[in-house]
């Protein structure tokens, strides 16, 4: 049996939580313990954010080339170079991955260990060290942030069907002749846009009677809308029922009000969403609980084992990875600087990264009418800003929800060029609880799009 090592705390996962968290500890003198099974820099650099918005941009330049002449430029044929878009992808990662890697290895007070974890009981962990062998950890804080990944349904034929997962797509080395996306959440939507715009025919296969299902209606017909004019086929209330095939001719029969159909197609990638990285972890030899493989946590974290925490996309909530580094703030300030953090009522945004931009915070017009709160509702399109038609760009809308009695902006839904960008703007409005007249008759450089927030607001005036 391996010697049992001590530590002040032990981190399983080298997420965007457990990352900072193991970095802060040890400057504050803590010695740490943080455990990695594969990659430095958890889904969001290997092969979530970073990647995908990565392929993301190479696919607008290829969408741009197109439309050269729109802006008076004589482009020619495009073509893409599927290798050399993956290449790009993999070098970006392993720049993003190797800093990680290399500031945990410099860093004092810090051991990054790469091996699989698992619980002996509530307080010790063994590791199956990568290079071979084992050790045992043991610590009176015990955080684990081992993320998720994709999740496959329980579709007939489909486990002895090739198939692609969000991670897998990424891997490419050739546009797909026909991509079929089973799933028309926003991952889904991101590859099938990114991937007709390198020249894939597109169809994607949606279970839910419209898109962004929980967004306003106008946003689900806003967003249909636009990926229609991009060229792909969208398949709304759409259940599948069975795959089969073989790898360039992969068939999927599904129903849709009632009648069967099928869609055939070379390539099919899985995106239904995301299940938590917990079942090798032998949680039960702890104790800790879980719901649906997620781990429950307090408003500090706290799992319901005392010294067992659980942060990320692990836990149930929003998988983002700003509210994966919000957990480790809420760590970090609680356990470095003697602050009472907790996790509270979190303005968490959201930006999805269709072209244009999806992006939102705080309510929506449904969530606030359901409450049955008083509001003012303003909406323009973006053809409504001048920057965007220079650029344009101007699909989409800007929307704003404000309080009636207190001309507070309880949220908005930005679907446009930048959307997120936009948004940010008035979610700092909103964290300063300024009442929307401040940015009606705010000074925006012109012609920015920031400009779009005096038209909003001047239209909800009107």
Not at 272 to 281: A, C, Q, S, Y
């Amino acid at each position: 049996m391996a010697q049992i090592e001590a530590f002040d705390a032990v981190i399983l996962g080298a997420g965007q939580a457990g990352k900072p968290l193991a970095l802060a500890l040890a400057k504050a003198g803590r010695k740490t313990a943080i455990v990695e099974r594969e990659h430095v820099g958890g889904t969001c650099i290997n092969v979530g954010c970073t990647p995908t918005k990565t392929m993301v941009a190479s696919a607008r330049v290829a969408y741009l080339a197109r439309r050269a002449a729109d802006y008076g430029v004589a482009a020619g044929p495009v073509a893409v170079d599927m290798r050399r878009v993956v290449a790009r992808k993999r070098a970006i990662v392993e720049r993003f991955r190797n800093y990680g890697t290399q500031r945990l290895q410099k860093t004092e007070n810090v051991e990054l260990i790469f091996g699989a974890a698992r619980f002996v009981d509530s307080k010790t962990v063994e590791v199956a060290l990568r290079a071979g062998g084992t050790r045992r950890l043991t610590a009176s804080k015990i955080v684990i942030n081992t993320g998720g990944r994709p999740s496959v349904p329980p579709i007939p034929g489909l486990a002895d069907v090739p198939h692609l997962d969000s991670s897998s797509v990424m891997e490419l080395n050739e546009v797909p002749r026909h991509l079929v996306v089973l799933g028309g959440g926003f991952i889904g939507l991101e590859f099938a846009q990114m991937f007709r715009r390198f020249g894939a025919e597109v169809t994607v296969l949606e279970g839910l009677p419209r898109l962004a299902a929980r967004d306003d209606e106008d946003v689900g017909e806003a967003l249909r809308k636009v990926l229609e004019e991009d060229g792909l086929r969208i398949e709304t209330g759409a259940l599948a029922e069975r795959v089969e095939g073989k790898a360039g001719d992969i068939a999927v029969y599904y129903k849709q009000n009632g009648a069967a159909k099928t869609v055939r197609g070379s390539h099919l990638l899985v995106a239904v969403g995301r299940k938590p990285n917990t079942e090798d972890l032998t949680l039960a030899a702890a104790g800790v609980a879980t719901e649906r493989g997620f781990i429950p946590v307090d408003e500090t974290l706290q799992t319901n084992v005392p010294g067992i925490y659980a942060v990320g996309d692990v836990k149930p909530g929003p998988q983002f990875t700003h509210v994966s580094y919000d957990d480790f703030r809420i760590l970090r300030d609680r356990w470095v600087l003697g602050l009472d953090a907790k996790l509270g009522d979190r303005l968490v945004p959201n930006t999805v990264f269709t072209d244009p931009q999806l992006a939102s915070v705080g309510l929506n017009e449904t969530e606030a009418r359901k409450r049955g709160l008083n509001v003012r509702v303003a909406k323009i399109g973006m053809n409504g800003i001048a920057r965007a038609l220079e650029m344009d760009e101007s699909r989409g809308f800007l929307k704003v929800i404000v309080d009636a009695k207190t001309d507070r902006i309880l949220g908005c839904t930005v679907f446009g060029i930048e959307g997120g960008e936009i948004m940010a703007m008035l979610q700092i409005a909103m964290m300063g609880k300024l009442p929307y007249t401040v940015l009606k008759e705010a000074i925006f450089a012109h012609p920015t799009l920031a400009e779009g927030l005096n038209n909003v607001f001047l239209a909800l005036d009107a």
